[in-house]
């Protein structure tokens, strides 16, 4: 007796051990679905309450900017004039797609379309923002567009509206309904499904963009060359400043945009200690975007993370492992004029 009830006990052990293994394989995507789908949503809402984001070319951190300073470099330069003529169509664009791709993944609705819609953002990015990153395995958009892929593939089947629909479909077959009648059944609901949820996600992604910025900033990107204050920045001037900026304008701790002759790049002139000026690059040593402007002793570029310090140009995170190129600047009078870029 005892030798059965041991023999069923481990039958039993490997019946449930089975389950669990069925239950880990149909769930394995799970994670990263719910990854993917709440990185996209929190890109878009990012993007959509950033003030700079929508600011215009004469912001370095706007989408303009950025656009315009990886087409030089993008194989797909090419393609990307549309986006300069018409910047604030494209910007919304691109944040709205997010937030349909993010909210379809999160919730399991038409998985592998929104699957598509992520892998051709990714791709769109690794293209123009991170094609050149060395090595490559420091750019994300590329990490980003093969992990669309396992989704791509498989869809969203379990834990999701697909698969309550799809488990309805097969009742529907099974009680003897039509296939037409069932696909009928399965597009219509689908459709209703996707009209809220992408309702909800229009209404909510209006209201950050129309709520949510700080117009202040925006302003203040958008405004002129001015003095700042200790932490602050100037804004960023028009293509026609020159290389010049009165000393007034960059008390210690704040600083000025002037243009690089030679390149035609947005320097940050800064102050980091009393009488000592030097001059920053404002493109990034990762991939090529614009840094944003110097604030709180540090440089941050938005498409990586990276981080740089506004006295030196040295690394503080990457995923940059150099710093950002400096120049000389000297102090005539009462006028900074920059110098030639230091080896």
Same mark, same amino acid.
């Given at each position: 007796?005892?030798?059965?009830?041991?023999?069923?006990?481990?039958?039993?052990?490997?019946?449930?051990?089975?389950?669990?293994?069925a239950?880990?394989?149909?769930?394995?995507?799970?994670?990263?679905r719910?990854?993917?789908?709440?990185?996209?949503?929190?890109?878009?809402?990012?993007?959509?309450?950033?003030?700079?984001?929508?600011?215009?070319?004469?912001?370095?951190?706007?989408?303009?900017?950025?656009?315009a300073?990886?087409?030089?470099?993008?194989?797909?330069?090419?393609?990307?004039?549309?986006?300069?003529d018409?910047?604030?169509?494209?910007?919304?664009?691109?944040?709205?797609?997010?937030?349909?791709?993010?909210?379809?993944?999160?919730?399991?609705?038409?998985g592998?379309?929104?699957?598509?819609g992520?892998?051709?953002?990714?791709?769109?990015?690794?293209l123009?923002?991170?094609?050149?990153?060395?090595?490559?395995?420091l750019g !994300?958009?590329?990490a980003?567009?093969?992990?669309?892929?396992?989704?791509?593939?498989?869809?969203?089947p379990?834990l999701?509206?697909?698969?309550?629909?799809?488990?309805?479909?097969?009742?529907?077959?099974?009680?003897?309904?039509?296939?037409?009648? %069932?696909?009928?059944?399965?597009?219509?609901?689908?459709?209703?499904?996707a009209?809220a949820?992408?309702?909800?996600g229009?209404?909510?992604?209006?209201?950050?963009?129309?709520?949510?910025r700080?117009d202040?900033?925006?302003?203040?990107?958008?405004?002129?060359?001015?003095?700042?204050?200790?932490g602050?920045?100037?804004? %960023?001037?028009q293509?026609?400043?020159?290389?010049?900026v009165?000393?007034?304008? %960059?008390?210690?701790?704040?600083?000025a945009?002037?243009?690089?002759?030679?390149s035609?790049?947005?320097?940050?002139?800064?102050?980091?200690?009393?009488?000592?000026?030097?001059?920053?690059?404002? %493109?990034c040593?990762?991939?090529?975007?614009a840094?944003?402007?110097?604030?709180?002793g540090?440089?941050y570029?938005?498409?990586?993370?990276?981080?740089?310090?506004?006295?030196?140009?040295?690394?503080?995170?990457?995923?940059?492992?150099?710093?950002l190129?400096?120049?000389?600047v000297?102090? !005539?009078?009462?006028q900074l004029?920059?110098?030639?870029?230091?080896?």
């Amino acid at each position: 007796m005892a030798t059965g009830t041991g023999l069923h006990d481990g039958h039993g052990t490997t019946a449930r051990i089975g389950q669990w293994k069925a239950a880990a394989s149909r769930l394995a995507l799970l994670p990263l679905r719910l990854f993917l789908g709440a990185t996209f949503v929190y890109a878009a809402f990012d993007k959509l309450s950033d003030a700079h984001y929508l600011a215009g070319a004469g912001d370095a951190a706007s989408f303009s900017a950025q656009t315009a300073a990886a087409r030089a470099g993008s194989p797909i330069g090419w393609a990307l004039g549309p986006a300069l003529d018409a910047p604030t169509f494209f910007g919304l664009l691109i944040a709205f797609g997010e937030l349909a791709v993010g909210l379809g993944t999160l919730f399991g609705l038409w998985g592998r379309i929104a699957a598509l819609g992520g892998a051709a953002l990714s791709a769109t990015l690794w293209l123009t923002v991170s094609f050149h990153t060395a090595p490559y395995y420091l750019g !994300n958009d590329l990490a980003y567009l093969m992990a669309w892929t396992p989704l791509l593939l498989a869809g969203t089947p379990h834990l999701s509206v697909d698969g309550y629909l799809a488990s309805r479909a097969a009742r529907d077959r099974a009680r003897g309904l039509a296939e037409d009648a %069932v696909r009928r059944r399965a597009l219509l609901d689908g459709g209703i499904a996707a009209v809220a949820l992408g309702g909800a996600g229009l209404l909510s992604g209006s209201l950050t963009a129309s709520f949510g910025r700080d117009d202040d900033a925006t302003a203040a990107a958008a405004g002129t060359p001015g003095a700042t204050a200790p932490g602050a920045t100037s804004p %960023v001037p028009q293509p026609a400043a020159a290389a010049a900026v009165p000393a007034a304008q %960059v008390p210690v701790g704040g600083s000025a945009t002037v243009k690089d002759p030679a390149s035609g790049d947005a320097v940050y002139i800064v102050q980091p200690s009393a009488g000592k000026y030097t001059g920053l690059s404002s %493109v990034c040593t990762h991939s090529g975007c614009a840094v944003n402007p110097p604030k709180d002793g540090q440089l941050y570029c938005p498409c990586h993370g990276s981080r740089f310090d506004a006295a030196t140009g040295a690394v503080i995170n990457g995923p940059a492992v150099k710093p950002l190129p400096r120049y000389a600047v000297t102090k !005539n009078g009462e006028q900074l004029e920059l110098g030639p870029q230091q080896a």
